[in-house]
């Protein structure tokens, strides 16, 4: 177990401690109550039902047959709460903490993985470490004193019998052992192929429209029965493994009862040992052989959970944006100085771009699509870091600053807004956490969406649907600029906002950029010719130069 996994356990010891204490005490009594039962039946079956035939020591007996099991329902309630308890607390943690890291970690560091990848780090890997958290290391901890009690007990017992009994050990061990090593294995396969799946599932149904338009729909269901396919073949293989270590152990087990009784019932015959000491010896044999069992299956979860910690470990590992620049109050100035940029080491899409905007103008990039528009707004959100030039914000390099701080300052439309299925009200309201409700209101009518609102049924309160599929697109854009707008950003950018709108939405976009726009720096990103004409500059991007137009 390495350094960093002993610290994040250490961390949550010091932050649960009272869920430890009680959970680990209660394990340890229950340890100690399992250990009687063997000698009571012993002692009930020689001394009471055979020798004695005393009822008075039979109630005694039985008296203490139920003290055990309440004690023992006690404990077993206090244990499986407080640990469940500590388990859920931690996972809620690490989750919430990877999902963290995931929001803050940078764009470039993301753009490799899968969403449904990321997603099986948060849920899959996470599930699997926890055989690593306390309550399964304290169940260990017990399994290993049961075991060492159970030996003890048996060679106390009867030193013969427990020779005999442990004959088959060795073997036990090393099935388990040689099992072991292969459900390991095929788990590792099967975990991948599950998160495999789960990207092609995630990016499946968030690209589910882009194939019904491409009528392509069976290339999609194709790819997803493929990870499905591949998941369900390591299952099988996983199956057969585990199924086979159970059959093979089980008669293994099987074989021991056999031994003791065969050779126990001889040395009862003979006069050698009683028949009570031969069910308490039975008895105790179960403390060998299941903590044998549990310990190395144990050992197979410890592996998942090592395995699980070296992805969770990858996320965890997410270079964080920069938060420790320069804190820029109030955004006047943006100006691109000889940016050139290529997705691909030798293939640039934008060289040596220059341009200047100031605050109260607006500002118009247009080109053919894949010209590099929306990647000079990803240049300036700093999404995208350029290969040669600088991004400056009244002067300073976007790289001195504080990142999550500018970005605070940025509203960004897209040509298809993302809302969120939530009310209206909420939609609007997002990131502003002590907003009142008149300040929505004014943001909507600054929107010009105020009286299409009030025109619903619930107003405010309308929820949307899932992709808010009861709205129109324009729309979908006022409601976005309402946010941004409450928002009180100073710089705006639109990627392709009317690509998709009527000519009337158009309009009343237009007239909502020139009512806002004294106290913006605003950057249009369009082919669309008529949102052009409330552009102060208007520059034309084409053959990796931004040319004024």
């Known amino acids: 177990m390495n350094k960093r996994i002993i610290k994040t356990l250490s961390y949550f ?4 401690p009272k869920e430890i204490i009680i959970g680990g005490i209660s394990l340890i009594v229950l340890s100690f109550l399992a250990l009687p039962q063997p000698l009571i039946t012993r002692y009930l079956i020689d001394h009471v039902l055979i020798d004695g035939q005393n009822l008075q020591m039979l109630a005694i007996m039985i008296g203490l047959f139920l003290a055990v099991a309440i004690f023992q329902n006690i404990f077993e309630y206090l244990n499986s709460f407080y640990f469940g308890l500590l388990d859920e607390k931690i996972l809620l943690e690490m989750e919430i903490k990877l999902f963290k890291k995931i929001q ?3 764009n470039s560091s993301l753009k490799n993985w899968k969403k449904g990848y990321l997603i099986s780090r948060i849920k899959d890997d996470v599930s699997s470490f926890s055989n690593i958290f306390f309550p399964s290391l304290m ?10 009690v159970g030996l003890v007990a048996v060679f106390y017992l009867n030193w013969k019998l427990a020779l005999v009994s442990v004959f088959l050990y060795p073997l036990f061990i090393y099935l388990i052992i040689y099992y072991n090593k292969k459900i390991r294995k095929v788990s590792s396969e099967y975990y991948e192929a599950r998160s495999n799946k789960m990207g092609t599932l995630t990016e499946g149904v968030n690209l589910v429209s882009v194939f019904k338009n491409l009528s392509r729909e069976a290339k999609n269901v194709i790819r997803y029965f493929k990870s499905s396919r591949e998941t369900f073949n390591k299952s099988i293989k996983k199956l057969k493994i585990t199924v086979n270590n159970e059959i093979i152990l089980g008669f293994v087990l099987s074989l021991i009862p056999v031994m003791v009784f065969a050779y126990g019932g001889y040395l009862i015959i003979k006069g050698y040992m009683t028949l009570g000491t031969l069910i308490a010896f039975n008895s105790y044999m179960g403390y060998v052989y299941r903590p044998t069992s549990s310990l190395l299956n144990f050992n197979i979860k410890m592996q998942k959970s090592l395995q699980a910690w070296k992805r969770i470990k990858k996320v965890m590992d997410l270079p964080k944006e920069k938060r ?15 940016i050139s940029f290529g997705y691909k080491k030798d293939d640039r899409i934008l060289n040596s771009i220059k341009m200047v905007n100031e605050k109260g103008s607006i500002l118009g990039i247009v080109g053919e699509s894949g010209s590099g528009k929306s990647t000079i707004l990803k240049l300036i959100t ?7 030039g600088t ?3 009244n002067g300073f390099k976007l790289t001195n600053l504080d990142i999550i701080n500018y970005r605070k300052k940025i509203g960004l439309i897209n040509q298809e807004p993302i809302l969120f299925n939530d009310t209206i009200y909420n939609n609007i309201a997002i990131g502003n956490k002590h907003t009142e409700k008149e300040d929505i209101i004014n943001a909507a009518k600054k929107a010009q969406i105020h009286g299409f609102i009030k025109s619903l049924e619930e107003g405010y309160q309308t929820e949307l649907k899932e992709d808010s599929t009861n709205i129109s697109v324009g ?4 409601i976005a ?5 409450l928002k009180d950003t100073d710089l705006l950018l639109l990627d392709e906002p009317t690509s998709s709108i009527d000519s009337k939405s158009e309009k009343k976009l237009n007239n909502v950029l020139n009512l806002v726009k004294c106290d913006k720096i605003i950057l249009i990103v369009t082919h669309r010719k008529k949102i052009l004409e409330i552009c102060d500059a208007i520059y034309r991007l084409e053959g990796e130069k931004l040319c004024k137009f």
Do not use: E
């Open 391 to 393: 991004v400056r914000i």
């Open 324 to 338: 420790d620049g320069k804190i820029i109050k109030n955004i006047k100035r943006l100006s691109l100085n000889f």
């Open 475 to 478: 729309q979908k854009q006022r």
């Open 104 to 106: 803050y970690a940078k």
């Open 139 to 148: 169940k260990a901890a017990k399994q290993i004193l049961t075991l060492l």
């Open 481 to 485: 600029l309402a946010r941004i707008l």
């Open 382 to 388: 700093g999404q995208l870091k350029p290969d040669k």
């Open 13 to 16: 010891a010091k932050k649960n």
